[in-house]
């Protein structure tokens, strides 16, 4: 799919949710440039393995991606990363769930520089609430949005899942919350910036089932 062959991207930071969002982009064909520090993005390290030693989570979420690696400490770091961001349509950034040893970039005058620029900013919680500011699991947002429940034998206790469920449902609603931007820039519209709040997107799939449970006492349950 060539759909996206006009767009580039740049991804910073780390987060499942972020790097699914970047995938699908480069999955319709976008030049998307993942920004990596020189040991590499912390997810390279995530479990399972392959047989030789890659990790099969990154490999998944970083599928038809390219990698740009630049040390934080080198001298000229944060303007050869501002020039790349200056250079594309979209950034998603990672960076408030694990900055990955992303150099620092003036995002607001980077903004004002690149007034086109569609701009997506992963975080657990965003930034108001009582949990704005605080870190996470995937595990501990699925509790809290009650998707966990779901998960295991019928009769018995929840089971955790070792995978990044959270950031993949994440990851899509930042998906198509950039897409759209994308559309709208083409009647000429400025771009945009999106807060992509990993818990509020996990509650989504409970919407359904709270009001079934409040309109008809129907519960789900587990199906094991």
Known sequence: MEVSSH????EIGSSAATSYCARLFADFGADVRKIEPPEGD???RSEPTTTGGQSAWFAFLNFNKSSVVIDAAAPQASRRLAALIQDCDILIDGRDVDPADCPFIDLPLISKRHPRLICLQGSWFGRNGPYAGLTATDSTV???AGL???VGPVEGPPMHAPDFQTGILAGLWGFIAAASSVISQTHGSGGRSWLLNIFESSLA???YFIAEAFARGDVMRRVG
């Not at 767009?7 to 740049?10: A, E, F, K, R």
């Open 205 to 207: 799939p409970s919407e």
């Open 148 to 150: 966990v429940r779901l």
């Open 142 to 144: 699925r509790a809290l």
């Open 7 to 10: 767009l580039q991207v740049i």
């Open 42 to 44: 912390p997810l390279r």
